[in-house]
Nanobody, 118 residues
Framework: VQLQAFGGGLVQPGGSLRLSCVTS????????IGWFRQAPGKECEGVAC?????????YYTESVKGRFTISRDNAKNTVYLQMSSLKPEDTALYFC???????????WGKGTQVTVSS
């Protein structure tokens, strides 16, 4: 099982980025995938989650609602996080992870850095 986040970078406040979580080694359609972030000196925070392809339900933490959109492409085994209207407080290392069958997340990918600064 592998997950790898791509697409981070430096962006000005108000700008946009699209992160990709590319996965392999498991039946992608059957699993929920989440995006998390961790800023220096802060705890890891759940940002968004999308359920398996059977439901395609989405969840967002309050601070990103209306600005971030999570989606999945089952043909590419990839989950995207479209981030718009970015703020300096969105600066963090962003990770993606697979939801475990019973609870929590069981596999984590390496993160991609997002820096929002003028």
């Amino acid at each position: 099982v592998q997950l790898q986040a791509f697409g981070g970078g430096l962006v000005q406040p108000g700008g946009s980025l699209r992160l990709s979580c590319v996965t392999s080694g498991f039946n992608f359609d059957y699993y929920a995938i989440g995006w998390f972030r961790q800023a220096p000196g802060k705890e890891c925070e759940g940002v968004a989650c999308i359920s398996s392809s059977a439901d395609d339900n989405t969840y967002y933490t309050e601070s990103v609602k209306g600005r971030f959109t999570i989606s999945r492409d089952n043909a590419k085994n990839t989950v995207y996080l479209q981030m718009s209207s970015l703020k300096p407080e969105d600066t963090a290392l962003y990770f993606c992870a697979r939801a475990a069958p019973n609870d929590g997340m069981d596999y984590w990918g390496k993160g991609t850095q997002v820096t929002v600064s003028s």
